[in-house]
């Protein structure tokens, strides 16, 4: 009541105000979208409360701002690489107080209103809910209500530790417990947003994607969501590890800082522990430990595994994009000769026919096309091989847009992540140019991502979107048009990599 008799008596440009579990949120509105930002959805996990489950927000007193983003969860600080520029990253600060949650809503009194959570990706080891791109305004004005989270990366968020698993408290999963805290306060307090708390979609990408398919799995998810988007996305092909290899981790790491117990552990500094855990890039993909692990408690399950128990079963909205991880050292037919039998081995000689490699720009697009082609046979096989129903169908995509290069810059293509400003309506930022073309496409995605959110279904008017079924082999593709196509680009390559997948090859984006 106080709230409203406080709009009530303010002038059209106060900020808006809404009531939390935790105390008032002064926020800010901007072109017809109110925005709360650096919301506390748990209590800062610093000191002795590193490595522990998130404990409840304290409550405060008066209105707190909620017009500026919070700190990113500590980690090493990103700087662009690659197809990756500014507006795809995280940047400074840092911090261990970190469990902040972001709102968009449309402004004014609405009530009911599909929620969109977003969670990070960045290889479980960086990232952040406020990187540019994941700006929520467009996509709150399309009548979402869409909420971005931090949750602790790295080894301030998957460290297993025997000693940290004799306390109980989640050893190794420690951010998967963060985004599980933050959807329990979206579950409290959507309502009071405009939100539909019955209406709740997860989405991710990559390492988000993977929390995404973790969290349908996870009893303590249970009942916080309805529907699910991964966006590259399901089936990616990496094994989660046991509680017990990574305890094995865990000590190492102690006996690395002469740390015996627990308390020393914590006594440790954030940047010591940063730097011991960096990640340094070599030949292939880096082996991630700092990730979520099978304890059979928190994560019972390897979701990568189709046929994991659910405790949660809702419609999947899941796919990839058209030039994820492509490896850029392949330039010659030699090259991909070599590439292909160092990772496949005497299939090897199976694929090589199937993909022109002649010349070096026949060896380029083949590379490509091959990693391609393997995840989405990827995709196919892990999707039908998921049990499902009515109430829990999956619908496929491929984003097949390229992104614009930098100017002046080389060109990535569909590159990994590169769907999300489309997603967001975040198009437009850094030094790159758009067109009329990106435009649409984005105005496509935000239709589809609303419709799924409204409803488990991504189609929309005039543009059915068939779920899964027994023998699909088609994807909705979105690029300069939007339609079904084939997933993989011949029947004899799919029927190649589905050989591949039987003799016990692994078929994902990794």
């Known amino acids: 009541m106080l709230a409203l008799a406080l709009l009530a008596a303010a002038p059209a440009t106060a900020k ?24 506390p959805y748990a209590a800062p996990p610093i000191g002795p409360l590193r490595w522990r489950a998130p404990q409840p927000a304290a409550n405060w007193v008066g209105s707190r701002d909620a017009t500026r983003f919070g700190a990113a969860c500590y980690q090493d600080v990103a700087k662009g690489w690659g197809p990756y520029s500014a507006e795809f990253i995280a940047t400074a600060p840092i911090s261990e107080d970190c469990l902040f949650l972001n709102v968009w809503k449309p402004a004014g009194a609405r009530k009911h209103l599909p929620v969109v959570v977003f969670i990070h990706g960045g290889a ?22 869409v909420v971005t989270i931090n949750y602790r990366v790295g080894v301030f968020g998957f460290l297993a530790h025997p000693g940290l698993t004799a306390e109980g408290d989640g050893s190794g999963n420690f951010g998967l ?27 991710g990408e990559s390492a988000g994607a993977a929390s995404v398919n973790d969290l349908q799995v ?23 590890p046991t509680l017990a290899a990574g305890e094995l981790d865990g000590a190492a790491l102690a006996d690395r800082v002469n740390a015996r117990t627990p308390a020393e552990l914590r006594a440790v500094s954030a940047q010591t522990l940063v730097e011991l855990t960096r990640v340094i890039p070599g030949s292939g993909p880096p082996r991630l430990t700092y990730v979520p692990h099978v304890d059979g408690k928190v994560l019972p399950f390897d979701s990568a595994n189709p046929a994991a128990v659910r405790a949660t079963r809702a419609p999947l909205l899941t796919g990839f ?52 082609d393997r995840y989405m046979a990827g995709l196919l096989n892990w999707a039908s091989a998921r049990p499902r129903s009515k109430r829990d169908p999956i619908y496929l995509y491929r984003h097949d847009w390229p992104y614009p290069p930098v100017r ?16 967001f309506g975040t198009i437009g930022l850094g030094e790159r140019d758009f067109g009329a073309a990106d435009r649409i496409l ?21 543009h059915p979107w068939p779920a899964v079924r027994a ?5 909705m593709a979105l690029g300069r048009t939007q339609g079904l196509r084939p997933a993989v680009s011949t029947p004899e390559r799919l029927a190649a990599w589905r050989r591949y997948a039987a003799s016990g090859g692994h078929l994902g984006l990794m």
């Open 321 to 372: 994009n058209a030039d994820e991880m492509i490896d850029p050292s392949v330039c010659t037919p030699a090259d991909l000769e070599r590439s292909l039998r160092a990772r496949y081995g005497a299939f090897a000689e199976v694929l090589l026919p199937l993909y022109p490699h002649a010349n070096d720009a026949e060896a380029v697009a083949s590379n490509s096309l091959i990693a391609r």
């Open 442 to 462: 984005s105005a496509h995605w935000q239709d589809s991502i609303r419709a799924f959110a409204a409803t488990g279904n991504p189609a929309r008017p005039k």
């Open 218 to 240: 996870m009893p303590a998810a249970k009942g916080l969501f309805t529907r699910a988007i991964s966006i590259s996305g399901a089936s990616m092909s990496i094994d989660a």
């Open 16 to 39: 808006p105000l809404v009531r939390t579990d935790s105390g008032l949120l002064a926020g800010k509105v901007e072109s017809g979208v109110e925005s709360f930002l650096g919301v």
């Open 471 to 475: 023998g699909t082999t088609q994807v």
């Open 124 to 145: 479980f080891a960086g990232g952040s809910g406020h990187v540019p791109i994941y700006d929520g305004a467009k996509l709150a004005r399309r009548g979402l209500v």
């Open 177 to 203: 417990l963060d985004q599980v805290a933050a959807l329990r306060w979206v579950k409290s307090n959507v309502a009071r947003l405009g939100g539909d708390p019955a209406r709740v979609t997860i989405a």
């Open 408 to 423: 002046g810059a080389q060109a990535w293509g569909a590159f990994h992540s590169s769907s999300l400003p489309y997603v």
